[in-house]
């Protein structure tokens, strides 16, 4: 049996007092406490146009956490594909997964809010 912690979205209420920089600085904790307490992965979720901050570019977000961890498979459960350029997005995929030594998970979707798919 394997376990993982997500999907960290890095959202928070409007009226919260933390700000966007502090959300991904515990997301990133995050990725660090899991690798550290022997969890299996750690997965990350996008939207677009939200009002909460929810994350909106898992790859870099992913790079870092690659950069902060050994051994923990990094995953996207769910990358809109049809927000992203195709081909920025497999060179980004495969550069994530270089840097993290073949632990990128990528999953893929196209998203399911109307104001996404418009876009």
């Not at 999907?7 to 406490?33: F, I, K, N, W």
């Not at 790079?63 to 769910?78: D, H, K, N, Q």
Request: proline share 4%; charged share 25%; aromatic share 6%.
């Amino acid at each position: 049996m394997k376990f993982g912690y997500g999907l960290v979205t890095c959202q928070r209420h409007p009226d919260e007092g933390r700000s966007d920089r502090e959300m991904y600085d515990e997301a990133l904790a995050l990725a660090e406490d899991a690798d550290r307490l022997g969890l299996d992965s750690f997965w990350v979720s996008e939207h677009h146009l939200w009002d909460d901050s929810h994350m909106p570019s898992l790859l870099p977000t992913l790079a870092a956490a690659a950069a902060r961890t050994e051994r923990i498979a990094l995953g996207t459960g769910v990358l809109q594909v049809p927000a992203n350029n195709p081909v920025r997005l497999a060179e980004d995929a495969a550069t994530v997964d270089l840097i993290s030594h073949d632990r990128l998970t990528l999953g893929l979707g196209l998203g399911w809010r109307e104001e996404e798919w418009d876009t």
